[in-house]
């Protein structure tokens, strides 16, 4: 990748006005020495800047928006950001206190800022996206009452930031001609993380990171800032529009070596100050054992140089006990037993707990697929899903007719039409052609996927076509053998999945951060492995968690496992306590052949094809029920594929056609 221009921030208007305005705006109380007073602060540190109202989006929703308190830091040369969110808000009852916590963003050092990243959206408010040094990024940062120009600005006059000539709105912080920044740069993968790592400070303040981090959590960890303004009725803020994610992605991600080593140690790494870590457990059905999440240098040393550490669940008793075993797939007779005489599905969790541990006939799961991906409704009759049909069909029709009538000329003025169009053109013609339903020249089959495919870029035109999608369609058509009703069914399955695609990759960063959780919770020891070995970016489960372990399996066990997952029977996001049965699976080899991050990635490709799905079923299952709402708990609020609660039939990613 090029590299890019940079030339400094004095060249531009806004800034040099809001650096002419000084801090009008912030709301904080100077001394006559000019030092801000406040008493949340440690002694010999200054409040900067500080802006209320500055807000979260965790969902769609905005009853679930949390509201909070923005503030810069100055302590000696250094500078630190912190977000805290205002205690006893009034907000959805479904965002607790805890998961408030969960975003808190506590003395973040600028030294591990890589760039400020600045969203003006025609409709909507002015945010931000902070991204460290690491790749991970922390969720935007809304300012309903402005101050984003005075943010840059006051930054500016503490560190050094500079502006990006190959992208206007993105600020570059300190060393922007890092190698490792230019290589995830040239992923497109910034990392979402919920709280802020508490990584080191280099050499120069008044006192160590450490001591001041520590210093500034006590603090503002007995802080209740409240909230100054109501912003009134919160608008709906749509996300981002949809960047193109290719499929290969993980592939690049080999690119990464000795520079990902030297400086991914800080992905993922939380202070015990953080709001998550210090979530109290919830009282499950299970106890785990206690696992200390910190060990000393001495089991450092001895995880580095001794013999691999005992799985704290042991783990294959663990199974034997709670893993129940595989049952014969659900056949078609047993199928209409759960059916009345109109129809109706009688029993839906019964019916999900059979699904659960059978999968169902090949034959049947044209009749039962639409009802697990929310196609059809459990209470609906045969008539009523008779005339859905029909009346789908006719829709999807006049939906297909928008793109099939574009004609030549117009195509040349249709910019992003024909870039969707070649990209679908060029995925469906390698998509599952070892198949023989999409095997050979003009197969039927093959054209009806990129018909589907181009038609649902119209239908969902801001979220449009991300390469990996043809993945997700390919088993559905298979199945249903029907264009229109396939169509519905990727619909409805991409409502749970298509923040995987989103441009922010906000449902992708936030799975992975959910699946370090989950590890450290159920395997503290491999947890502190993939921590000395800088894995804990867990970028080598990118492709399991985007299309669902498509490449992993074959295709008939891969159907399987889909239809296990969307029963959503004990938990809505099993993929990742599949996850992590996988890796629990072959934690002795990883740990044992000490892997570091090009190894284990390796290591994780090859497995394509030599996972056994019984097993590992049986494992998530088991560690589903070992961590009960403790590992609930570590899973942040609307983590996909939750579905939708305030609206079942609506799409989750209508996004600004706004684009850097």
């Known amino acids: 990748m090029q590299e890019p221009e940079l030339h400094d921030l004095s060249d531009d208007a806004d800034y040099a006005a809001s650096l002419q305005q000084g801090s009008a705006n912030m709301m904080i109380t100077r001394t006559d020495s000019g030092r801000s007073t406040s008493s949340s602060v440690p002694e010999g540190a200054e409040i900067v800047y500080l802006k209320d109202n500055v807000t979260i989006h965790p969902t769609q929703y905005a009853s679930e928006r949390i509201s909070g308190r923005l503030k810069l830091i100055k302590q000696g040369s250094s500078l630190f950001m912190t977000w805290i969110p205002y205690k006893g808000q009034s907000t959805n009852a479904r965002l607790s206190e805890r998961d408030r916590n969960l975003y808190t963003i506590r003395a973040v050092p600028f030294t591990d800022v890589r760039s400020i990243r600045r969203r003006t959206p025609t409709l909507g408010w002015q945010y931000i996206i902070v991204v460290l040094s690491s790749g991970l990024a922390f969720p935007q940062l809304y300012f309903y009452n402005g101050g984003v120009k005075e943010f840059l600005a006051t930054i500016k006059q503490h560190v050094f930031i500079v502006r990006s000539l190959e992208d206007a709105n993105v600020f570059l912080v300190n060393d922007f001609q890092n190698p490792l920044q230019k290589t995830l740069s040239s992923l497109e993968l910034p990392v979402y993380i919920a709280s802020g790592p508490s990584a080191s400070v280099s050499d120069g303040g008044e006192s160590s990171s450490c001591e001041l981090q520590e210093r500034i959590g006590d603090s503002i960890r007995d802080e209740i800032p409240r909230p100054s303004q109501n912003p009134g009725r919160q608008k709906h803020k749509s996300h981002d529009p949809a960047r193109d994610l290719t499929i290969h992605v993980l592939e690049k991600f080999s690119l990464v070596t000795k520079f990902a080593r030297d400086t991914s140690s800080q992905l993922f790494r939380e202070s015990n100050s953080n709001g998550y870590g210090a979530v109290e457990r919830k009282s499950s059905s299970y106890s785990l054992p206690d696992v200390p999440h910190k060990p000393s240098m001495d089991a450092e040393i001895a995880l580095e140089e001794g013999p691999v550490p005992s799985d704290p669940l042991e783990f294959d008793k663990m199974t034997l006990v709670w893993g129940k075993p595989r049952q014969p797939p659900l056949g078609s007779e047993e199928w209409a037993t759960f059916l009345d005489s109109e129809g109706r ?316």
């Open 345 to 660: 599905v009688m029993d839906s969790k019964a019916l999900k707990k059979r699904i659960f541990y059978g999968g169902v006939e090949h034959t049947t799961r044209r009749e039962v697929w639409p009802f697990l991906l929310g196609y059809h409704a459990y209470d609906s009759t045969y008539a009523e899903r008779e005339y859905l049909k029909s009346s789908k069909k006719s829709e999807y029709e006049t939906v297909r007719q928008q793109w099939q009538s574009i004609s030549t000329e117009q195509a040349k003025r249709f910019t992003k039409f024909r870039e969707r169009k070649g990209l679908i053109d060029k995925d469906v013609v390698r998509t599952d052609r070892a198949l023989s339903f999409y095997d050979g020249d003009d197969n039927p089959n093959v054209n009806i996927l990129r018909d589907i495919l181009l038609t649902y870029s119209f239908y969902n035109f801001d979220l449009g076509y991300c390469q990996g999608m043809s993945d997700l369609l390919s088993p559905i058509l298979f199945v249903m053998e029907d264009e229109s009703e396939s169509f519905w069914c990727f619909v409805a399955l991409m409502e749970r999945l298509g923040p995987n695609f989103n441009r922010d990759q906000n449902g992708m960063h936030s799975q992975l951060f959910a699946l370090s959780k989950l590890v450290e919770l159920l395997d503290c020891p491999l947890h502190n492995y993939f921590k000395q070995n800088d894995c804990l970016n867990y970028f080598f489960c990118f492709r399991w968690v985007l299309i669902q372990f498509k490449r992993e399996f074959e295709y008939k066990k891969t159907m399987r496992l889909w239809e296990v997952l969307w029963t959503h029977y004990l938990s809505e996001h099993l993929h990742l306590y599949v996850c992590v049965a996988i890796l629990k699976r072959y934690r002795k080899k990883i740990m044992g052949e000490h892997m570091d991050f090009d190894t284990l990635l390796k290591f994780i490709n090859e497995l394509s094809g030599h996972i056994d799905l019984d097993a590992i079923l049986r494992d998530a299952e088991a560690l589903c029920i070992c961590a009960g709402e403790n590992g609930a708990a570590h899973i942040p609020p609307g983590t996909p594929p939750s579905l939708p609660t305030e609206n079942e039939n609506a799409l989750l990613y209508a996004q600004d056609d706004e684009v850097l």
